[in-house]
């Protein structure tokens, strides 16, 4: 089996299910957790073997990630009169999200499942179907089991900041007639640049899905 990784939703407009809450639903993708394939509480034969539920409260958490990518590119060329000449080019993303303190309430199934109870989860008629409806060279698709959610009890603060530079620069030396005192070459260097940036900041309804745990 492979690790368990907790997913953030799209967005944080999804609530918990009615009460008593419980992770137990199978999802075709962990990014789209409003389709369900089965809710495995609505089957008797599989409910009742579930692990049961443990719930821990996490006091004040904070988050917060950023990525930056850059690409640059450099070529070389005869341009007009210059023996040589260079333009370079570099492009930057970056991203960045965080939230503000709040307290979590974190559900998961405390306990392993048993490998009869995985086997009678995968036979159920519509996670059974979505498997065999075909996937890269020919495998089998994949689904997901949520074994946790992880709920803010309170509201928090997201803040999402996007940016994009692009930076051009061409350059060159003279010919090697072009030479002043010295023995030194004369030449010239053109930059210019472009960056754009937004900032989006906003307060979710409290008792939101914070993450999954698959």
Known sequence: MSSKTWFLPPDFTFLPPPQPPRPRQHHPSPHRPTSTLASLASHPTIAPALPPVQTLTEKNLTFTASTTRSFGLTLLADVLALASAHARTKRARSYARSFSPADHEVRFYDGVFAPELVKEIVTLDAVKRHMESGGRFGRKRCVYLITGLRVATGSFTVTEE????????????????????????????????REEGGRLEYETAPGVVFADLE
Not at 173 to 186: I, K, L
Request: proline letters at 6%.
């Open 162 to 193: 996007r940016g994009k530079k692009t930076v051009v620069a061409v350059g060159g030396e003279g010919p090697p007639a072009a030479v002043v005192a010295g023995g030194v070459s004369v030449g010239a260097s053109v930059e210019g640049g």
